[in-house]
């Protein structure tokens, strides 16, 4: 066993459900979790009871950060995605991001990786994106020395948002509209690859900078879609709808539901004409990439972790 704490901050989402598994699979087993959405931390709490949760606002100051003094190596994973308010990517990407590296510095720990996005240099300009950019300064002035990670549109076991949640929709609906010509290239990465390169990071003496970790294989939007139909089995047709006509059906049903898993704001970065840096990531961290239609396999066959969804 390995007996090293291991901090998780915002371990509860996406990411965190992911690294977890793969922690213990590896012998881990003194994994801290601080996060405060009470749905995604029963979620944690019922698939890994023998892993300590905090559930604690990370944007607020307080004892929590008194328990970093038991910390080896800290995981800065917490992030507001999606969202229809700007004050709350500030908490959530920002004021906690402050409180997270003071408690570092206090109690002087080493082993810290960030986990930044790759939104940081898109051309897009929405909420995430300009709360991610200042995170991420925030971490470069701090004086903490640490990997940072940018990782691109990511996939995999436990999404509501993104690929997950379109598989759910397209198993639900008899048409599934596609926004234009889908013609909108996206570079997935599968968040099992991300998970080994977070332990590589944790693991060997990975250089302090910033790492653009970009999935290998760039595939067009409509054929993702199509991907997902195939995996999941799922019977909708895949219709092509005007981009103004689909922006303007998000729009009203940002109207009716105060944290829509797809947001008119997403729709824009979904057509931005964004290409990534694409690293020797595979040699540097000794990661073995997943080829995509095994990830897209693994991500929806699962028999526990593909019928569980977590809230943002």
Known sequence: MKTQHIFLPGGAGLVGQNLIPRLKAQGYCNIVVLDKHPKNVAVLRALHPDVEVIEVDLAR??????????????????????????????????????????????????????????????????FYTRSKIEQEQVVLDSNVACPILR??????????????????????????????????????????DFCEIIIACLE??????????????????????????????AKAILLKIPYSLFYGLLWIWSCFDKNPPFTPQQLQALVAKDEFEVIDW???????????????TETFTHPVYSKVTLEF
């Open 61 to 126: 100051r307080g004892d929590w950060q008194n328990t970093f003094a038991r910390a080896d190596m800290v995981v800065m994973l917490q992030a507001q995605i999606g969202g229809l308010f700007y004050d709350e990517f500030v908490a959530n990407n920002i004021e906690s991001t402050r409180l997270i590296l003071e408690a570092i510095r206090t109690h002087v720990i080493t082993k810290v990786v960030h986990i930044s996005s790759s939104v940081v240099e898109s051309v897009a300009d929405d």
């Open 151 to 192: 990782p691109t549109l990511m996939f995999g076991w436990f999404d509501r948002k993104h690929l997950g949640w379109l598989s759910r929709f397209i198993q639900k609906v008899p048409i599934f509209p596609i926004p234009g010509n889908g013609r909108f290239m996206r570079q997935p990465l599968y968040v099992g």
């Open 204 to 233: 060997k003496s990975i250089p302090a900078k910033i790492y653009n970790i970009t999935g290998l294989e760039k595939i067009d939007y409509i054929d993702l879609i199509r991907s997902i139909k195939k995996a999941t089995h």
């Open 282 to 296: 595979p040699g540097i961290f000794g990661v073995r990439p997943t080829p995509f239609a095994q990830a897209v």
